[in-house]
């Protein structure tokens, strides 16, 4: 199937027609109307650095829905001790520069320059949010979370730690966080044995489409998230 072309108008095509690997389409840019548009049809970018834009609507999404968060014995344990605290968009360029670190045992990272940027200009715009990780009296991050917000949908981008189980522990109270003022998914994008464990699971792409149609008839919460630390 081949991959359409994007041009200077911020529109897809229908995700349907992504190739089996699940590209929708190639080029165009990283404007927050065309970002924005791209989460509304259930597409988000993900490329490689030098390669061209690519956009994406794989078939089946991974997807975490209420009630379907899994906490292992061990991390029920640490929730309950609270050994860590969360904040909400405070440091969200510190956020993004921590999914930027190669990860073991990969040398690169997706998040180019031009994908930092833009999500910090979703951020100054109400929809991109982070979620920050803190030990007691640390003055450096643990780990987070960011991601982009939609009606009672919350995408998942990327998150971090640099301590260990610090990202688990953000994921889990968030999530739970999100699902308790009623969000209807976390969408964790592409599949993986990590948010497996977590709780996500694997939907056919017609099935998220219906359920990101159903969560977009909400309004979204633009601007800063700060109100999450009182739910």
Known sequence: MPIYLLGKSPVFPPPELATPEGIIAAGGDL????????????????????????????????????????????????????PFHLTYDSHFSEVIDGCTMPRKPYRGTWITKEIREAYLRLHELGYAHSVEVWEPGAKKLAGGLY????????????????????????FITFTQKLFKIGFLMMDGQVPSSHLKKLGCREMPRKEFLDLLAEGLKHETLIGKWEFLQDV
């Open 31 to 82: 404007s927050p109307q065309r970002l924005l548009n791209a989460y509304a049809a259930g597409i988000f970018p993900w490329y490689a650095e030098g390669d061209p834009i690519l956009w994406w609507s794989p078939d089946p999404r991974m997807v975490l829905l209420p009630g379907d968060i899994h906490i292992s014995g061990s991390m029920k344990k640490l929730l309950r001790k609270k």
């Open 147 to 170: 991601g982009v917000s939609l009606g009672k949908c919350f995408f998942g981008e990327s998150m971090f730690h640099v301590i260990a189980n610090a990202s688990k522990y953000c």
